[in-house]
């Protein structure tokens, strides 16, 4: 069981959302439904090392088309990972 750095409370497993940015881009890109253990006190989540490493790489393109110059405004990005609902009790 792990422990949040700042509260030393044992984390529990959840969903968390995030907002990424890159600088010299002025995009930002909102994930929303990201596993993770989360701190129960202060809400700190910590994402582990392959899912980090997923989102950094499904996000990449956002930031290169963002940093070309275009005429279109940045776009809203919103990236939507399902979240599981529990199973009801039949
Ligand atoms: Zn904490």
Redesign the pocket.
């Known amino acids: 069981m792990s422990r ?6 044992a ?1 529990r497993f959840g969903y968390t959302t995030d907002t990424y940015t890159r600088n010299g881009t002025d995009i930002a890109v909102t994930v929303t439904g990201i596993p993770a253990d989360i ?6 989540s910590y994402l582990d090392m392959d899912a980090a490493t997923e989102i950094e790489a499904l996000l990449a393109p956002f930031f290169d088309a963002a940093a070309a110059p275009g005429r279109l405004p940045r776009p809203n990005v919103r990236v939507d990972f399902p979240v599981p609902t529990p199973a009801k009790a039949a």
């Open positions: 949040c750095v700042h509260c030393r409370v984390t701190c129960p006190s202060c809400h700190e």
